[in-house]
C-alpha cells in the first residue's frame, strides 16, 4: 500500500518553544492530509484538514494560532506547534489521502507518529 | 455530529475463545474502517468496508458491515496472544478526517 512518513518520529522540546512535524507521502500525491491527536490510553481526535494550496481547517476547540499547517505540495504537510506547553504533549499522527501512485480514493493512509514531549 | 461508539472498550479473553467488538455510528456514511494500534505505534488497518453487506476476512479477524443498522462487528475466531492489541473502528463522511470510537482495548491470556 500506499506509504507515509513522519519526522521526527519522536521530541523533546522546552516549554515555549515550537516544533515542526513533517508529513510526507512518499509514493502518491495527497491531495488531502489530516492531523490526529492522540493522548495516553485515549482515542484519536481529529485536529485538522489540509487540502493542498488551501488553508487548513481545523476542528472545533483547536487554536490555529497555536497549531500552524502548512500544505505547500503535493506530498508534504507540515504542522508548527508553537508556544509549546507541557499539555501539547502528545502523540501526533498525520494521514493522507489521494488517487495517484499507490494510493486507493476510500484509504487513510497513516504515518508512523511523532511523540511529542513538553518540559 | 457524528458520533462512533465502540464496546466492550477493554475485553480480556483466553486464547482459543471466540469473540466480538462492536461498532455503532449515527451517520449514513457507508465507509467503516478497522485499524489495530499496538502500543507505541501508529495505527495499522485491517478492514475497510465501503458497502452494505460487506464482509471481510483476514486469519482470526472478520469484519462485517450492516449500514441500516449503523452497525459494524469485528470477530475474533480462536483468539491467540498476538492478537492483544487495542481495535478501532472508524467512520468516514468523506469531507472530513475519520471520527474513531474509543478503542477496544484487546488481552488475550494463554
Known amino acids: ?119 | 455530529e457524528l458520533k462512533v461508539e465502540q464496546n466492550p472498550l477493554f475485553l480480556s479473553m483466553q486464547e482459543g475463545k471466540n469473540y466480538t467488538i462492536y461498532c455503532n455510528y449515527s451517520t449514513t456514511s457507508d465507509r467503516l474502517y478497522w485499524y489495530r494500534q499496538d502500543p507505541g505505534k501508529s495505527l495499522e488497518s485491517l478492514f475497510v468496508l465501503l458497502s452494505n453487506g460487506a464482509v471481510k476476512q483476514e486469519g482470526r479477524l472478520m469484519a462485517s458491515l450492516d449500514t441500516k443498522a449503523r452497525l459494524s462487528t469485528l470477530h475474533i475466531t480462536a483468539a491467540v496472544h498476538d492478537l492483544s492489541a487495542t481495535y478501532f473502528c472508524a467512520v468516514d463522511d468523506f469531507a472530513d478526517g475519520l471520527t474513531f470510537g474509543k478503542g477496544t482495548h484487546l488481552i488475550i491470556q494463554p
Open chain 1, 1 to 119: 500500500g500506499a506509504v507515509v512518513s513522519q519526522h521526527p518520529s519522536w521530541v523533546i522540546c522546552k516549554s515555549g518553544t515550537s516544533v515542526k512535524i513533517e508529513c510526507r507521502s512518499l509514493d502518491f500525491q495527497a491531495t488531502t492530509m489530516f492531523w490526529y491527536r492522540q493522548f495516553p490510553k485515549q482515542s484519536l481526535m481529529l485536529m485538522a484538514t489540509s487540502n493542498e494550496g488551501s488553508k487548513a481547517t481545523y476542528e472545533q476547540g483547536v487554536e490555529k494560532d497555536k497549531f500552524l499547517i502548512n500544505h505547500a505540495s503535493l506530498t508534504l504537510s507540515t504542522l508548527t506547534v508553537t508556544s509549546a506547553h507541557p499539555e501539547d504533549s502528545s502523540f501526533y499522527i498525520c494521514s493522507a489521502r489521494g488517487t495517484s501512485g499507490r494510493a486507493l480514493f476510500y484509504e487513510q493512509y497513516f504515518g508512523p507518529g511523532t511523540r511529542l514531549t513538553v518540559t
